[in-house]
Structure formats: structure tokens, C-alpha cells
């Protein structure tokens, strides 16, 4: 995934991508981070932006546990 961001660095998918595994490893600084960039990222999809937000939430929330 780190691969491929690297290679995408303007993709939100992509960092979207490297986000879950983060989260899934418990690097949810790392999952937050990425999120949040590539929310700074612009895009016309409306509904990738919303899941951004969503992730981004749940990492949030898992991050106060």
C-alpha cells in the first residue's frame, strides 16, 4: 500500500487504501494523518469524500478509546 501511494501520491483512493491498513495494524497516528491529507486532496467524487470523512471519524474514535 506504501507502494502504491507513493506512486499515486495524489490519489485519495489510494491513500484511502494505505489508511485501512494502517488502521488495520493499529497505526491509527499513521491511518489519521494519511486521512486527513488526502482529504486536502481535490477530487469530484462526492461520495469518496464522504468515505474519507467517515474513516477519519472511526479512526478518531477508535484513537479515544
Known amino acids: ?13 489510494t491513500a484511502r487504501l494505505l489508511a485501512h ?3 488495520a495494524s493499529g497505526k491509527l ?4 494523518e494519511v486521512l486527513v ?3 486536502m486532496i ?3 467524487n462526492d461520495q469518496l469524500s464522504y ?6 471519524a472511526e479512526v478518531r474514535r ?3 478509546r
Not at 1 to 13: F, G, Q, R, T, V
Not at 29 to 32: S, W, Y
Not at 51 to 56: I, K, T
Open 51 to 56: 468515505e474519507l470523512q467517515a474513516d477519519l
Open 42 to 44: 481535490k477530487t469530484e
Open 37 to 39: 491529507l488526502a482529504l
Open 1 to 13: 500500500a506504501k507502494k502504491a501511494a507513493n506512486l499515486e501520491p495524489n490519489d485519495p483512493s
Open 21 to 23: 491498513v494502517f488502521k
Open 62 to 64: 477508535l484513537a479515544a
Open 29 to 32: 497516528a499513521d491511518a489519521e
